[in-house]
């Protein structure tokens, strides 16, 4: 006999339902109209959203969350109007419905497309990422999906300003307004009722840190497609550019450290010129090195002893997500890739090199959603690849991989016609 929680689960699982039917048969102008509606609202409605916002961050801070984790949680002015802007983006590409996949016609004159379709009901579980609430919903409603959220008791403030300001705006435009619904009030029992949705939620993604991604795929009935947590890698060839170095190694460490793809590990070939000055601008820039015997000769007894940290076997395996980088010093490129291998939770891996055989060799030979030659790792992200926003970025190797835009939030189906034809 299912709980009130699970029956309330479902009841909002059906009326998504019905709203992702009416979405999956409307034309471009009408999506794009919602969208357009929703980005208006979210800047109108900009005191009222950061007034909530600054209740959770308040709360959270006082509880003991670490600044780089208060950092995603917090929205301000500028952050509200970017993801206006991120919505115009996505306004702005082509609609993914119905777009012709393939087709042929057959010896027997059946002609066969394969067409994009919607998903159906997109569900995304998230920690304390309020601008996430808004890209899943542009995401959806660009590709014609409903979009059930539950965002987390650290934001439940925000989205719920948020998610009522969004469903205000859809219904204005025209789009059921139970095209986006949140669950946040049904706390873990509604977590767990999603996972357990089978046949009311026909896609869950799971966005946060690796306990929270741990839990959803271990324990869903639901399709899933993880986004992973990022132990980010950078590797510092013999060849690379000393001033090309420290500007991305500092773009990829500082810019922003509480982010999945900012960098974690920095792999140094024996004999990289550029490591030295690397380091030391690390230091400056505040960043605490756990590095190996070789990276620390390096710094030649420069640095702070509470800023250069020896390694230990857990710093391979770490996500700082603050301003903390493991430096590990490897005899060839080869070495560097295994370590890859065996550490790498598969989001994005760089290589800083002036070789163009060692830069073909590096993406070639690492299996990662996302293989960067001579930038910075902080680009892996729908906005900056041109998605307009993300749902997340995929460490799946089935359906979505790397940031997950409109057309990962389609599937297929076969249209066939023929005339008259029996199969013999």
Not at 31 to 57: G, Q
Not at 195 to 209: E, S, W
Not at 254 to 279: F, K, M, S
Not at 294 to 313: K, M, N, T, Y
């Amino acid at each position: 006999m299912a709980t009130d929680t699970e029956s309330q689960l479902i009841e909002r699982a059906r009326r998504s339902r019905a709203a992702a039917s009416a979405l999956a048969q409307a034309p471009r102008r009408v999506k794009d109209a919602a969208l357009e509606s929703v980005a208006r609202a979210v800047v109108a409605e900009a005191e009222r959203i950061l007034a909530a916002n600054a209740r959770d961050v308040e709360r959270e801070a006082a509880a003991g969350m670490p600044e780089p984790l208060t950092d995603r949680l917090r929205l301000t002015r500028e952050r509200i109007e970017a993801l206006a802007e991120a919505i115009g983006v996505v306004v702005g590409l082509e609609d993914p419905v119905g777009r012709v996949r393939q087709g042929k016609t057959l010896p027997n004159g059946l002609r066969l497309r394969q067409v994009s379709v919607p998903l159906g009901v997109v569900a995304c579980v998230y920690e304390a990422r309020p601008n996430v609430t808004v890209d899943i919903v542009a995401l959806a409603l660009k590709s014609g999906n409903s979009a059930i959220l539950r965002g987390g008791s650290a934001a439940r403030e925000t989205n719920t300003v948020l998610i009522e300001v969004m469903r205000e705006a859809v219904e204005e435009a025209g789009i059921p307004a139970d095209s986006v619904i949140g669950i946040d009030d049904l706390g873990r029992e509604g977590v767990n009722a999603l996972l357990g949705a089978r046949g009311h939620i026909d896609l869950l993604i799971p966005r946060g840190g690796k306990g929270l991604i741990e839990t959803v795929t271990q324990n869903a009935r639901v399709p899933v497609i993880a986004t992973g947590d990022g132990n980010v890698h950078i590797v510092l060839d013999r060849s690379a550019r000393t001033d090309e170095a420290v500007s991305v190694l500092l773009n990829a460490k500082t810019q922003r450290t509480g982010v999945c793809n900012a960098v974690e590990t920095l792999l140094l070939l024996e004999g990289a010129e550029a490591a030295p000055a690397v380091l030391e601008a690390l230091l400056e820039a505040g960043v605490r090195l756990h590095a190996d015997e070789r990276a620390r000769a390096l710094l030649g007894g420069r640095g702070d002893p509470s800023q250069v940290l020896p390694a230990a076997e857990a710093d391979w395996e770490t996500e700082y997500l603050d301003m903390d980088l493991a430096v590990k010093t490897v005899d060839t490129l080869d070495e560097a890739m295994e370590h890859i291998a065996r550490y790498s939770s598969g989001h994005t891996e760089a290589i800083l090199t002036d070789s163009v055989a060692n830069a073909e060799r590096f993406q070639r030979t690492v299996d990662s959603s996302t293989v960067v030659v001579n930038a910075s790792t902080r680009f892996t992200d729908g906005g900056e690849f041109g998605l307009g926003a993300e749902v997340g970025i995929s460490t799946a190797r089935l359906h979505a991989r790397g940031p997950m835009g409109v057309e990962e939030l389609t599937t297929s189906k076969w249209l066939v016609n023929g005339d008259g034809h029996v199969r013999a």
